[in-house]
Structure formats: structure tokens, C-alpha cells
């Protein structure tokens, strides 16, 4: 029997060796075919020209600017939120506050998109600011959570520490408490840009999604994201190659934040 | 009649040696109180005996220990043997499952399947272990919702009701109050007409009220080996007059 | 009365207000779709049959259910069969532990596309099982894998050693005491993980719309194509012409997140108490 259960949790490598074997086996020949630095650094997406170019840098720029501008909003809030819930918070209030963290991590992300179209487009357009604004919403939950489990898994006794050296209480916690969960609360920023640059429905609701270099924050742009779910609908040979290969740039990506994550995590325990 | 013969027991955990060469034996129908002070290895011997000591890492046992003639670190399987050997823990440990569903988890382990033989088993191990007027209306119920003296004489008639032949109890009486103690002394001393009872305690005064046998442990080591009576009036061995004089850790 | 500093004053302020907009986001967007929401759910948007007409979200509703049991089915016995492994038989720092927790780290940092992406590729073209409900389901399965292994895991580890103890006594074997005195004993913990992972399938869509497809009907079986209800608000919003009844369905499916996020915390406050009499 324990082998039983020893097959059931080979499965989850199973899995990840079949991702990687079918996501390369399919993106890896048509990275190949375009050429890696034309892919990479082409800034050119134009699949139906004759002959077609393939350049993802602005699919590669967008998601970069999108996130950028996510983190700028998100973090601040995340980690004061975090804070808030672990050190400051009123345990009747927790009561309502908590599950209305966890609730606003659990909205899909097509609702989040239904929202953005209506209260943040008419005011933004498709744009970078509007993938971003709605973008840092939804990371907000994430980055709160774990920052807040790290907040408090900082021993009782620093802050008591502090506060015998006559520190104030929001003091103790800024400048003791918060700086011994950094890694911690590192470790949720990184997750919280994995989960953006990873979003995918959301943003196609509010970026406009085209495919081009943006020159300014209130321009329409479309990530690696969009690029996938837009055309893969009608593309064919080479075209549907480069699509996955964007799926490619896009998972190698996500395994180096995981990779950053998986240390991050290391240096915690 | 023996129903345990240990000889030259040694047991490590890793390279920590915990017992060094134990002989003794058990009789049957007996209490035999194991004493000595914290860490002795009393309850490391006590685990050996129906070996609940497989579960920790690294430990190895060397010496034979014998029930009733037959090695049990032989050719034996665990499980028959933990069914002959029962067991109570230091802290009650109920199932979270109801009363009856606790005390018939044994039989059913061991292939009881009728209705009606598992409806008797709990019914005359609950009476065995003096409970049964204070939960046959609750069989139902969970078992955690009894007191703690409670939940310890259902873990006792639970051990019971495999129908074992020996009976192991790990300091079964530390966790409680003086009233549910006694309840339990008293019971341990109606049980010894029908099952071997082998109990580590803490507790010295415990000792000489029910046992029949005592062995005192120090680092461990079984220093001495005798009647109760002996052990506690006139001890060979000075360590053992210290320690049941009060005058030792 | 104690005097206290503006630095104090600043980051007590500071931190409210970031709680206090969070909280404020979460009311706007709840808020904002139950107003753009409510008035348009109809009798006639529960319609058994879809068209262009009625907008029925019953079959993607339907539809919904039906993947989030077919997904399980298949996730969960991997999911605890896994977690059994990891805390009731493995060795700790042991290389094929180590392995097993880096790949299911990995799977969760995947994000939903390139789950899409690989059930494309894999389940759709390479085993031919084109844009069905059995395609759709294997690829959630993999996706909600780590979060029930980690959840399962976490309920195991919860039991605590004297029930084992307890059951080894009496003479059960490892196996039964595994099925008949842990698992029972872990289930509060593992269904808080099911009913997460049901949140998971309820709001995925890129996952899906490749995988699944999106025919708006109830499937007559596993093969046939089928939207859930994130897909089918996906679809609505790029028709562009039924937005109002977008929002209704927003509503509903916002209704199941919430509904799910409610029995989630119970089962959670209900773990919390359950083994402290021991």
C-alpha cells in the first residue's frame, strides 16, 4: 500500500514533467524556426504580414509594465493591510475584516474583469493604469495573507523588547517587528508579482490589448498573457508555434520567481 | 507461570544507550510496578513489551523478551501481539468517535463482524471496566465529551475488550484527580485476577497500594527486583532505599 | 495622559487607511456588481435551454457543477493519497520527498493560461479529446492538485500522535489505522481544501476556454464541449452585446465564491476546536 500512495504523490511530478515536455516539445521548434533573439527582442508582433514577424518585446514589455504598476499600488497597501491585521486590529473587527480579505482573494477573475470594464475603464481606458489599478486589487489579498502569517510568526518578545526600551506600540512594530518578517514579507511580494504577471482574464477585460511598444502609462498594451488567449483561438503552424513559445517565455519566467520564492522560503525556516 | 521473561534486553535510541541488560519476569496475575525516577527507561521497557518502540527512529533492541515462551521480537506478528499485549497511555487518548465506536474499533480490527458479538464485547468490557452505568446511555456519543478520569476507563475497557492477556499502563493515573484515581486503583486491583498487569508510575504510594511486584529503574538500569512489600520496607540496595525514602531526585 | 509622538500619530494613520482600503475595495466591488447586477437576474436567465435570446446561465451553471465533481474525482484520491504519503509514511529530508514538495510548489506557482496551454497540448491534440468536459476536468484536476495535497497534508499533520499510538496498541495495522482512526480525524481539514479548490474551478477560466471549449449547453457526457460559468461571462463580455446580463451572472457566481467562502471558514473555525478535549 505505501506504494500506492508513494505512485499517488509521484503524480505531481508526473505533471510537471509533462507540462515542460509538452509546453517546450510545442514552443521550443517554432522559437527555434522565428530565430530566439527575433522572438525575444523583435518589436514587431505581426502574425498575418507575408512574411509574418513574430517579435513578442511588447507582450514582454506590457506584462512588465502592468506588474510594475501593480506592485506600485498593491505592495504599499498589502503590507500595511498585513500589519494591520496582525498587530493592530480590533478582534471584533478581525471577525469581519479577515474573511473579507480571504473573499477578495476568492472573486474570480472575470468578475474582477466585469468590474474593471465598467468602473475603471470610463475613467482610465484600456490601459496600462487600469490592468495595473485592477491588477493590484487582486494581488492585495495574496500579498496581504502571507505577509500576515509572517508578521506574526515574529517571536512575542521582540516586541515586548521593544516597547520596555519605551518604543510606541506602532514603532515596535515598524521598525522590530516588520523588518524580523522580511523575508516573510519579501516572500509575498514575489508571490504577489508571480500571480500578476500570471493573471490572465482580468487583464484582457482592461488592458486593450494591443500589440504594440506603449509610450505612456495611459495606453493600451497587451501582455504574454492576452497574446495566448487572443489569437490561439484561430492560429495555425508556425503562428500557433509562437503562441506557445510566448506560453514558453511566460513559464520560465513563472520558475524563476518560484525558484526566487522556494529560497526566499528556505532562509524563513 | 511467567508471562514475560526478559533477558539481557539492551536498547538504543541511536547511539543513546536507554536500557542495559534487563532480566526480569512478570507473573501471571500479578501487578508488577515499574519505579524510578524520570528517564529511567521505565517506560521505554514498557514500550518494548508490545513493542510500541518500532515506531520511533533508530531505536534497536538486542536480548530476547519472552511471552509465554515465545520471543516476541521472533517470528511474531506485531499486530497478534499487540492484540495479546494491551495498552494504556499516560493521557487518555479516546478516538473522536462515539463510545462505542472506540471500545469495538479492536474487535473489529481483529475480524469481529457480527452485530451482536460486537454489541457483547463493549457491553462486558464497559462493565470490566467499571463504566458501563455512566455511559450506556451514551454509547452514541462521542467519547471526548466524557471527563478525563472517564476517558481513561475507556481506554481501559477499550484494551480490554481485544481480550488481551497481559495489560501494559504507561503512568495511566497522572493526568487525573484523586477521586478518578482511585476509581482506577481499584479497578486495576479487581482486573488482576483475570489479566497480567504490568504499570509504570510516578507515583510510590501508588506502588504499594496495588502491586504485587516492584522493579526500580535508574539510568537505565534495573537496580532492584522484588515483592512489593520488600522493595518498600527493607530494599537491598541503597539507591532503591533512597529513592522510596523520598531522599532522591 | 500620555503623550504621543507624530511619527506614532503617521503610522497609525498610515495603517488604517490601507485597511481601510482594502476593506473599502472589497465593498465597492461587491457593491458595484450587485447594483450593475441585480436588476437584470430574470426568470428567463435561468431558462433550461440556452440562446441568443435568453441568455440562460443554466447550462454554464450546470456545467459548473459537473466539473468541479469530475475534477475532484480525479484530484482528490491523488491529492490525499499524496498527503498520506508525505505524512504518514515518508521519511523526513528523504530525495524523493524533497522532489514530490518542489514539484508541487512549482504546480502552484503555474498560472491558470499555461495550465491551458498544456491541456490544450496534451489532453485536447495529443490524446484527441478535443474541447470537452473530460479535458477541462484533467486540467483542473492538475491545477487543484497542490492545494489539496498541502491542505491534506496539513490536516494529517493535525492529528494528533496519540490516536496513532491508541490504534497500533490495540494491534490495528498501519493501513487501518490510516483509513479508520487519521483520515476520519483529518476530514474537517481536507474538506476545507475541497471546498477551496471548488472556489479554484468555480472562478477559472483561461484554464478552460481552450480546454473545455465554450458551448453553451449542458453536456450529454465527458466528451462534450462545455462553459462554466467564469468562461460564460467571459464569452458575454467579448459578444459585447449582453452585458447586463453579465453583470446577473456576475452576481450568481459571485453568490456561489461567497457561499463557499462562508463554508470554508466554518469548516476552518470548526478544525480549531476540534482537537483540543484531547
Avoid at chain 1, 7 to 26: E, H, Q, Y
Wanted: one cysteine or more; aromatic letters at 8%; proline letters at 5%.
Amino acid at each position: 500500500m505505501r506504494a500506492v500512495f508513494f505512485l499517488a504523490a509521484l503524480a505531481s511530478v508526473l505533471a510537471v514533467l509533462l507540462i515542460c515536455l509538452f509546453l517546450f516539445g510545442n514552443g521550443v521548434p517554432a522559437l527555434l524556426k522565428i530565430g530566439i533573439f527575433k522572438f525575444l527582442a523583435g518589436q514587431e508582433w505581426a502574425p498575418s504580414d507575408v512574411p509574418p514577424l513574430f517579435g513578442i518585446l511588447p507582450m514582454i514589455a506590457g506584462s512588465l509594465y502592468v506588474t510594475a504598476c501593480a506592485l506600485i499600488l498593491g505592495v504599499p497597501v498589502g503590507i500595511l493591510t498585513a500589519v494591520f491585521l496582525a498587530r493592530v486590529c480590533p478582534p471584533r473587527l478581525y471577525r469581519f475584516l479577515k474573511p473579507g480579505v480571504d473573499l477578495l482573494a476568492g472573486i474570480p477573475s472575470v468578475v474582477y474583469g466585469f468590474f474593471g470594464m465598467a468602473a475603471l475603464v470610463p475613467h482610465f481606458h484600456s490601459s496600462i493604469l487600469s490592468a495595473g489599478i485592477l491588477l493590484g486589487v487582486m494581488i492585495l489579498p495574496t500579498m496581504a495573507g502571507i505577509a500576515e502569517s509572517a508578521l506574526r510568526a515574529v517571536p512575542e518578545h521582540y516586541y515586548e523588547g521593544a516597547l520596555a526600551l519605551g518604543a510606541g506600540h506602532y514603532r515596535a512594530v515598524f521598525r522590530v517587528i516588520l523588518p524580523a518578517a522580511r523575508s516573510g514579507v519579501l516572500a509575498a511580494v514575489v508571490l504577489g508579482m508571480g500571480r500578476a504577471v500570471g493573471e490572465t482574464m482580468a487583464v484582457i477585460m482592461v488592458a486593450g490589448n494591443q500589440a504594440r511598444m506603449p509610450n505612456s502609462i495611459f495606453q493600451g498594451v497587451r501582455t504574454l498573457t492576452a497574446n495566448i488567449v487572443m489569437e490561439m483561438g484561430y492560429a495555425a503552424e508556425l503562428h500557433r508555434g509562437a503562441l506557445i513559445a510566448t506560453g514558453v517565455v511566460l513559464f520560465v519566467f513563472i520558475l524563476l520567481v518560484n525558484l526566487c520564492l522556494s529560497a526566499l522560503n528556505r532562509r524563513i525556516t | 507461570m511467567n508471562v514475560f521473561d526478559i533477558t539481557d534486553l539492551n536498547l538504543w535510541y541511536g547511539k543513546f544507550q536507554a536500557l542495559q541488560n534487563i532480566n526480569m519476569s512478570a507473573s501471571e496475575a500479578e501487578i508488577t510496578a515499574l519505579i524510578g525516577p524520570s528517564g529511567c527507561g521505565k517506560s521505554t521497557l514498557l514500550k518494548t513489551l508490545n513493542r510500541m518502540n518500532d515506531l520511533v527512529p533508530g531505536c534497536r533492541v538486542t536480548g530476547s523478551v519472552c511471552l509465554s515462551g515465545m520471543d516476541i521480537y521472533g517470528n511474531l506478528n506485531v499486530n497478534d501481539l499487540r492484540k495479546r499485549v494491551g495498552m494504556v497511555f499516560q493521557k487518555p487518548n479516546p478516538f473522536p468517535m462515539s463510545v462505542y465506536d472506540n471500545i469495538a474499533f479492536g474487535p473489529r480490527t481483529h475480524g469481529v463482524k457480527s452485530r451482536y458479538a460486537l454489541d457483547e464485547a463493549v457491553e462486558n468490557s464497559l462493565k470490566a471496566a467499571a463504566i458501563w452505568d455512566e455511559v450506556k446511555d451514551r454509547l452514541r456519543k462521542s467519547a471526548l465529551g466524557l471527563s478525563g478520569g472517564q476517558q481513561q476507563r475507556l481506554c481501559i475497557a477499550r484494551a480490554l475488550a481485544v481480550k488481551p492477556e497481559v495489560l501494559l499502563l504507561d503512568e495511566p493515573t497522572s493526568a487525573l484527580d484523586p477521586i478518578s484515581t482511585g476509581k482506577i486503583e481499584e479497578l486495576l486491583l479487581e482486573l488482576k485476577n483475570d489479566y497480567s498487569i504490568i504499570i509504570v508510575t510516578h507515583n510510590m504510594q501508588q506502588a504499594t497500594r496495588i502491586s504485587d511486584q516492584t522493579a526500580f529503574f535508574l539510568l537505565g538500569e534495573m537496580i532492584e527486583y522484588d515483592s512489593t512489600e520488600k522493595i518498600f520496607s527493607m530494599p537491598q540496595d541503597k539507591r532503591t532505599e533512597d529513592y522510596v525514602t523520598g531522599r532522591f531526585g | 495622559m500620555k503623550r504621543i509622538s507624530p511619527s506614532e500619530t503617521f503610522m497609525a494613520a498610515i495603517t488604517w487607511a490601507a485597511a481601510l482600503l482594502t476593506a473599502g475595495a472589497l465593498l465597492y466591488i461587491i457593491g458595484f456588481i450587485l447594483w450593475r447586477g441585480v436588476p437584470y437576474i430574470t426568470p428567463s436567465l435561468f431558462a433550461p435551454v440556452y440562446n441568443s435570446i435568453n441568455v440562460s446561465l443554466l447550462p454554464a451553471l450546470v456545467s459548473t457543477v459537473m466539473m468541479a465533481v469530475l475534477s475532484l474525482s480525479f484530484a482528490l484520491p491523488l491529492g490525499i493519497g499524496a498527503a498520506v504519503y508525505l505524512a504518514e509514511y515518508a521519511r523526513r529530508g528523504n530525495r524523493a520527498v524533497r522532489l514530490i514538495r518542489l514539484a508541487a510548489e512549482t504546480l502552484a506557482g503555474i498560472p491558470s493560461i499555461v495550465y491551458g496551454l498544456f491541456g490544450m497540448l496534451f489532453f485536447v491534440v495529443w490524446l484527441g479529446w478535443d474541447f470537452s468536459l473530460l479535458a477541462g476536468s484533467c486540467t483542473l484536476a492538475i491545477m487543484i492538485l497542490p492545494l489539496l495535497l498541502r491542505s491534506g497534508e496539513e490536516a494529517l499533520l493535525s492529528v494528533p500522535d496519540s490516536y496513532r499510538e491508541g490504534s497500533f496498541a490495540l494491534g490495528a495495522g498501519k493501513l487501518r489505522t490510516v483509513f479508520r482512526i487519521v483520515l476520519p480525524a483529518a476530514i474537517p481539514g481536507v474538506l476545507a481544501g475541497v471546498v477551496l479548490a471548488v472556489g479554484r474551478i468555480a472562478g477559472e477560466t483561461a484554464a478552460l476556454i481552450y480546454t473545455a471549449g465554450t458551448v453553451a449547453q449542458i453536456p450529454p457526457d465527458v466528451f462534450a464541449s462545455a462553459r462554466t460559468l467564469s468562461v460564460h461571462m467571459y464569452a458575454l463580455s467579448r459578444e459585447g452585446l449582453h452585458t447586463n446580463e453579465g453583470y446577473a451572472t456576475a452576481v450568481v457566481l459571485l453568490l456561489v465564491v461567497i457561499g463557499i467562502n462562508v463554508i470554508a471558514a466554518r469548516i476552518a473555525g470548526k478544525i480549531g476546536g476540534a482537537h483540543e478535549r484531547v
